[in-house]
C-alpha cells in the first residue's frame, strides 16, 4: 500500500490512534462513539436560532449552565424538572463551610430524595 493513498492514510491513522483502542477494549464503560453527547446537545444545536434572548454574556453563561445541569441530570437517571426543583430548594440554604454540602446535591449522589429519580 502506498503512504499517500486513501487506504494507506486510513492504515496510518489506525496506528496513531491504536491507544485509544486499546484503551477502549480494556474498559467496557468506555463508549466507541460519542453518538451519546451528539444526541444529548442535538436540541441545542437545533434551537440555538431561538436563543437569541441570550444576547449577554451573563444571559448566555447562565443558559450554559443551566443546560449543562439538566442534561447531566438526565444522563445520571434523573427527573431534571424534580431535581431542578429539589435544587432551588436546597441551594439557598447551602452551608458554603461544609465541604461535603454540595457533594449530596450532584446528580450521582445517593442521597438524592426519590422523587428525583425518573422511576418515580
Known sequence: MLPKSAFGRAVYY???????????????????????????????????????????????????????????????GLNSFQYLIFLFEKLPNLDIEDKDALDELLPWSKNLPPVCRMNN
Open 14 to 76: 489506525c496506528l496513531d490512534q491504536w491507544d485509544k483502542l486499546v484503551a477502549f477494549l480494556q474498559d467496557g464503560r468506555l463508549e466507541l462513539d460519542n453518538n451519546r453527547s451528539e444526541r444529548s446537545i442535538k436540541p441545542f444545536v437545533i434551537g440555538r436560532k431561538n436563543w437569541l434572548f441570550a444576547n449577554t454574556p451573563r444571559g448566555a453563561k447562565a443558559s450554559a449552565i443551566t443546560y449543562s445541569i439538566i442534561e447531566t441530570a438526565k444522563e445520571n
